[in-house]
């Protein structure tokens, strides 16, 4: 059935370094949605990616959806120590029916 | 926002014991709510995806009779853990969706979890 792989699974960064997290599904997307759960906290929408080829940023956070519709990625720049949490993508098959999730990246940051 | 309240937050009862966890979405109609576990520091596991008024479906695996799901208003669904074993102690978490329109999905809204814990 259709997978969502997402690597890596965790990272430690020294706070001011960048950290991407990645996504790659064994089949085409309608679009992918990313996720932030912060530590003891329900996970938060933080964006949706919908057009092939698209990226959309928010602050230092970059995302993008890979041509074919079968990868995405986020990049923080700069890491803050309020970024700590575990960064989730969600893929859509075709027609929105099903949500898979990612495995998650755990982001470690110290100060 | 949306705001979607779930509850209890946490409870803890003895073995053989039914648990009811509600999940409401307070500020918009949720066509569909999906039910969650998480283990400790792993990945979200979908258990069923339910839509108002429809039957819930379950994933491979989880049994529907031992969570009990019901979805008989736009804003409210329930998961009711069936004689709970402490292999059941666990995070459960629901997220409410409404919908977009054809081909136009909209985010999922989560709750803040519930934390069972089976003696």
């Known amino acids: 059935g259709q997978q969502v792989m997402q690597i890596p699974q965790y990272q430690h960064v020294q706070e001011g370094e960048d950290f991407t997290t990645y996504c790659n599904s064994s089949t085409t997307l309608s679009n992918i949605q990313w996720y932030k759960q912060r530590p003891g906290g329900h996970p938060v929408f933080l964006i949706q990616l919908v057009k092939s080829g698209e990226v959309k940023k928010q602050k230092r956070l970059t995302f993008q959806f890979g041509e074919a519709k079968k990868n995405s990625s986020l990049h923080i720049t700069a890491t803050q120590t309020t970024d700590v949490g575990t960064y989730f993508c969600a893929g859509h098959d075709t027609g929105g029916f099903k949500t898979i999730f990612g495995a998650g990246t755990r982001l470690f940051v110290k100060a | 926002g949306a705001v979607v309240s779930q509850h209890p937050s946490r409870v803890i009862c003895k073995s053989g014991t039914s648990v009811k966890i509600e999940c409401r979405s307070l500020?918009?109609?949720?066509?569909?709510m999906f039910w969650y576990r998480q283990f400790p520091k792993q990945s979200l596991m979908l258990m069923a995806t339910?839509?108002?008024?429809?039957?819930?479906?379950?994933e491979q695996g989880v049994e529907k009779d031992k969570f009990l799901i019901n979805h008989a208003s736009l804003t409210l669904s329930t998961l009711t853990v069936t004689s709970a074993h402490p292999e059941d102690s666990s995070f459960y978490i629901c997220?409410?969706?409404?919908?977009?329109?054809?081909?136009?999905?909209?985010?999922?809204?989560f709750g803040d979890g519930t934390r069972l814990s089976i003696l």
């Open positions: 997220s409410a969706r409404e919908w977009g329109g054809t081909g136009n999905v909209q985010p999922q809204h």
């Open positions: 500020d918009f109609q949720a066509t569909t």
């Open positions: 339910s839509n108002e008024g429809s039957k819930a479906t379950y």
